[in-house]
């Protein structure tokens, strides 16, 4: 499906980054950047340009190929990587932020993930998140055909147990992002991060 989907020369989800991790990023710390479901590469070529290292995770190799064209055409790196999520396992302790922007995946699946950002970050390292909820079917702007694949605010703050949150919202905002994404429509956002370690 995705393969498909991407094929069009033109980028589906537009190229420019998500407007929640515009906004979030500007106050985290630079460094390893992981990107989940990262479709097309808007918001991992945006990450690039704000002096991250990033590596972009999907399913689609149409995608990704996509993806690192937009990063060579906007003058920057960045890895990529072919996988599906449900198969991908996140490295431990090893990135300082995680990002999650319409990943929307069985809840199982969702579930491990999720557990596996908690260990992934470093102490002190941010994970970002902005996914439809239940009531987008209402709104039918984009997003998954199901309410089994898509996120609440108390389901998210369920499983990223170990995480300290700085925003945990279900909200309604104008998500204009590419012909999938257009219109206003109903959301969840999370910021949070890891806690460093005291060891006084």
Same mark, same amino acid.
């Given at each position: 499906?995705?393969? %498909? !989907?991407? /094929? *069009? =020369?033109?980028? @589906?989800?537009?190229?420019?980054?998500?407007?929640? +991790?515009?906004?979030?990023?500007?106050?985290?710390?630079?460094?390893?950047?992981?990107?989940?479901?990262?479709?097309?590469?808007?918001?991992?070529?945006?990450?690039?340009?704000?002096?991250?290292?990033?590596?972009?995770?999907?399913?689609?190799?149409?995608?990704?190929?996509?993806? %690192? !064209?937009? /990063? *060579? =055409?906007?003058? @920057?790196?960045?890895?990529?990587?072919?996988?599906? +999520?449900?198969?991908?396992?996140?490295?431990?302790?090893?990135?300082?932020?995680?990002?999650?922007?319409?990943?929307?995946?069985?809840?199982?699946?969702?579930?491990?993930?999720?557990?596996?950002?908690?260990?992934?970050?470093?102490?002190?390292?941010?994970?970002?998140?902005?996914?439809?909820?239940? /009531?987008?079917?209402?709104?039918?702007?984009?997003?998954?055909?199901?309410?089994? +694949?898509?996120?609440?605010?108390?389901?998210?703050?369920?499983?990223?147990?170990?995480?300290?949150?700085?925003?945990?919202?279900?909200?309604?905002?104008?998500?204009?992002?590419?012909?999938?994404?257009?219109?206003?429509?109903?959301?969840?956002?999370?910021?949070?991060?890891?806690?460093?370690?005291?060891?006084?």
């Amino acid at each position: 499906m995705w393969d %498909e !989907r991407y /094929a *069009a =020369d033109e980028y @589906v989800y537009g190229t420019e980054p998500n407007d929640f +991790l515009r906004a979030a990023v500007a106050n985290v710390p630079r460094g390893q950047a992981l990107c989940l479901g990262e479709g097309e590469g808007r918001n991992a070529v945006f990450l690039a340009q704000q002096g991250f290292e990033v590596l972009a995770v999907d399913s689609s190799a149409v995608g990704l190929q996509k993806a %690192e !064209r937009l /990063a *060579a =055409d906007r003058g @920057v790196h960045i890895d990529t990587l072919v996988a599906d +999520l449900a198969d991908y396992t996140i490295e431990p302790d090893a990135w300082d932020l995680i990002v999650s922007i319409f990943c929307h995946v069985p809840p199982a699946i969702r579930r491990r993930l999720h557990a596996e950002v908690v260990t992934g970050l470093h102490p002190g390292g941010v994970f970002m998140l902005e996914a439809y909820t239940p /009531a987008q079917l209402d709104w039918g702007t984009g997003g998954p055909p199901t309410a089994e +694949l898509m996120m609440t605010r108390d389901a998210l703050v369920e499983e990223l147990e170990g995480l300290e949150f700085e925003e945990a919202v279900e909200r309604e905002r104008d998500v204009i992002e590419g012909q999938f994404h257009t219109g206003r429509g109903a959301v969840v956002q999370i910021l949070a991060h890891k806690p460093r370690q005291d060891w006084a």
